[in-house]
């Protein structure tokens, strides 16, 4: 079974600049996470996806970052205009569906550095 | 407020010995917790999920004991390998929620030889 894909899998960019993030969850699963783990730190939830509906974006940065999943299947997330604090590593996840119970399968994760 | 912490912060242990991780949690009422190894540049991988109503689980030379009473949790690595080198990460989900994980800071291993 393919797991969850992310690219690019690196990105550096200058502060103030654009940049976008793709991940293609486990086929068949209708759950998907966007986290931002910083340096030292646990993942913290950025966004999750039921489908193609936003369940929960409560911690996202609403003034700079963007997230969509136009056909419930892949899903892209966006940063404009990026931060230096914005320097992490951004790790996409996927279960089967919304309930705790479902086992969460993590991407790779893309590590952005803001200079 | 709910947390989730872990200790200790990093461990250095050598090749073949045995190590015990620790998770304290505040988050209430609680529905399950799961333990992740996450090697360096790569995503989290789940070891071992418990109920509130388990108090052990074992996944190979990971075991992982839970005590809902006083919220804590640990993760003992038997007769380590230097491929145990990672990070540890506690997630505890709360069942009074639908949608939320309370990940820990996650307990960074070594393991040399």
């Known amino acids: 079974e393919a797991g969850v894909a992310q690219s690019p899998r690196y990105k550096i960019i200058e502060k103030r600049q654009s940049v976008a993030f793709w991940c293609n969850p486990i086929s068949g699963h209708a759950t998907l996470y966007w986290y931002q783990q910083i340096l030292g730190q646990g993942p913290k939830l950025l966004i999750q996806f039921q489908n193609n509906g936003v369940v929960d974006d409560s911690q996202l940065p609403k003034d700079r970052f963007s997230a969509e999943r136009l056909k419930g299947v892949d899903s892209t997330l966006k940063i404009q205009p990026a931060k230096l604090e914005d320097s992490a590593v951004y790790l996409c996840?996927?279960?089967?569906?919304?309930?705790?119970?479902?086992?969460?399968?993590f991407g790779p994760g893309t590590r952005l550095t803001v200079t | 407020k709910n947390q989730v912490e872990q200790s200790p912060q990093s461990l250095i242990i050598l090749e073949g010995k045995n190590c015990t991780l620790q998770c304290n949690y505040t988050v209430s009422p609680f529905s399950n917790l799961r333990w992740y190894k996450q090697d360096t540049g790569r995503g989290p991988v789940s070891l071992t999920i418990?109920?509130?109503?388990?108090n052990t689980k074992s996944n190979g030379r990971y075991t992982a004991t839970l005590d809902a009473d006083t919220k804590q949790s640990s993760l003992h690595i038997t007769a380590s390998q230097l491929s145990d080198s990672a990070s540890y990460i506690c997630?505890?989900?709360?069942?009074?929620?639908?949608?939320?994980?309370?990940f820990g800071t996650g307990t960074s291993l070594t393991v040399i030889p």
């Open positions: 418990m109920t509130f109503s388990e």
């Open positions: 996840a996927s279960s089967l569906a919304l309930a705790g119970g479902y086992e969460q399968y």
């Open positions: 997630v505890v989900r709360p069942s009074n929620t639908g949608n939320q994980f309370y």
